[in-house]
């Protein structure tokens, strides 16, 4: 019976000593524990969109990362943002020509900062572009069946969070 459980945990054993390469949680980047998100920087004439995409990279940090938000003066790294480019461009008409459904995208700059050294970690632009446009953040959307701008946006701010919290991930 003893004999029957020895293989099993010699392999355990090995495993533990020597590691499988996987990690349990978020892959946090060594030494940073706390970010500080200020107000994003807005380029363009959209309202609120700003502060739609600030709230909305802060809470993707605070459900899916390692790291904690803080205040500027604490924090380990700061994640800057500026919206270079929103547009609105019509993907399907009537035969009135009556806009039918629409595309919303958007065009971002990020800068993490190492507050401590100021050593730029991580530094991308998501623009918008034909070639390019998979980096940026677009959603569409169809007033006629009742989806409006507003959902749109939100939509759009919150997959552009979600490649922005991807920077701060250590990569494999």
């Given at each position: 019976?003893?004999?029957?459980?020895?293989?099993?945990?010699?392999?355990?054993a090995?495993?533990?000593?020597?590691?499988?390469?996987?990690?349990?949680?978020?892959?946090?980047?060594?030494?940073?524990?706390?970010?500080?998100?200020?107000?994003?920087?807005?380029?363009v004439?959209r309202r609120?969109?700003?502060?739609?995409?600030?709230?909305a990279?802060?809470t993707?940090?605070?459900?899916?990362?390692?790291?904690?938000?803080?205040d500027?003066?604490?924090?380990?790294?700061?994640?800057q943002?500026?919206?270079?480019?929103?547009?609105?461009?019509?993907?399907?008409?009537?035969?009135?020509?009556?806009?039918?459904?629409?595309?919303?995208?958007?065009?971002?700059?990020?800068?993490?900062?190492?507050?401590?050294?100021g050593?730029?970690?991580?530094?991308?632009?998501?623009?918008i572009?034909?070639?390019?446009s998979?980096?940026?953040?677009?959603?569409?959307f169809?007033?006629?069946?009742?989806?409006s701008?507003?959902?749109?946006?939100?939509?759009?701010?919150?997959?552009?969070?979600?490649?922005?919290?991807?920077?701060?991930?250590?990569?494999?």
């Amino acid at each position: 019976m003893q004999r029957k459980w020895q293989p099993a945990l010699i392999l355990a054993a090995s495993c533990a000593i020597t590691g499988c390469g996987y990690t349990f949680g978020p892959s946090t980047v060594q030494g940073v524990r706390t970010i500080h998100v200020p107000v994003v920087q807005s380029q363009v004439f959209r309202r609120n969109i700003d502060y739609l995409l600030t709230e909305a990279i802060q809470t993707e940090i605070k459900n899916r990362s390692g790291y904690q938000l803080a205040d500027a003066g604490i924090a380990d790294t700061i994640l800057q943002c500026k919206i270079v480019d929103a547009r609105k461009n019509p993907l399907s008409e009537t035969r009135f020509d009556d806009v039918r459904e629409l595309q919303l995208l958007l065009g971002a700059e990020v800068s993490w900062i190492d507050r401590r050294s100021g050593r730029v970690l991580q530094q991308r632009v998501f623009p918008i572009g034909q070639a390019l446009s998979q980096h940026s953040s677009q959603v569409s959307f169809a007033p006629e069946v009742g989806q409006s701008l507003a959902t749109a946006q939100q939509e759009a701010v919150t997959r552009l969070a979600d490649q922005i919290v991807d920077l701060t991930e250590m990569p494999w």
